[in-house]
C-alpha cells in the first residue's frame, strides 16, 4: 500500500519561503517519478513540479520556475520543494504525487499515489 505524507505548510509572508516535504511508502522510491500540485480555493488542481526517478531532470510551471526548487533523496524516500520568493498567488494545498515510471511528468493522469495536502498561505 502506498503511503505519502506531506508536511512543511504552514503562513508566510510575500517574499518569504517555505519548504515542503513528503515521505513515501510502501513501494520502491526510485522507480517513480514524484511531482507536486496545488489547488486554490475555487480552481482546479495545477502541476506545479516534477522530477524524474534519479532526480537528475526536474520540470517545472512557468509561474514558478525561477522561485521553486524540487528535489529527493532516494535513500530516504523523501522529496521537497523548497519555495521562495512567494506571492499571494501560490496560496493552495499542496499535494506531493507519485507516478507510474521514472520519466517526468506534469499530467495528472501519470501519478497514481497522492498525498492528503498541505495548506500553504502566503499573505500580502
Known amino acids: 500500500q502506498v503511503q505519502l505524507v506531506e508536511s512543511g505548510g504552514g503562513l508566510v509572508q510575500a517574499g518569504g519561503s517555505l519548504r515542503l516535504s513528503c515521505t513515501a511508502s510502501?513501494?520502491?522510491?526510485?522507480?517513480?517519478?514524484m511531482g507536486w500540485f496545488r489547488q486554490a480555493p475555487g480552481r482546479e488542481r495545477e502541476f506545479v513540479a516534477s522530477?524524474?526517478?534519479?532526480?537528475?531532470?526536474?520540470y517545472y510551471r512557468d509561474s514558478v520556475e525561477t522561485r521553486f526548487f524540487i528535489s529527493r533523496d532516494n535513500a530516504r524516500n523523501t522529496v521537497a520543494l523548497q519555495m521562495n520568493n512567494l506571492k499571494v498567488e501560490d496560496t493552495a494545498v499542496y499535494y506531493c504525487a507519485q507516478g507510474r515510471g521514472i520519466g517526468l511528468a506534469s499530467l495528472e493522469a501519470r501519478y497514481d499515489a497522492w498525498g492528503q495536502g498541505t495548506q500553504v498561505t502566503v499573505s500580502s
Open positions: 522530477i524524474s526517478g534519479s532526480g537528475s531532470a526536474a
Open positions: 510502501g513501494r520502491t522510491f526510485s522507480n517513480h517519478v
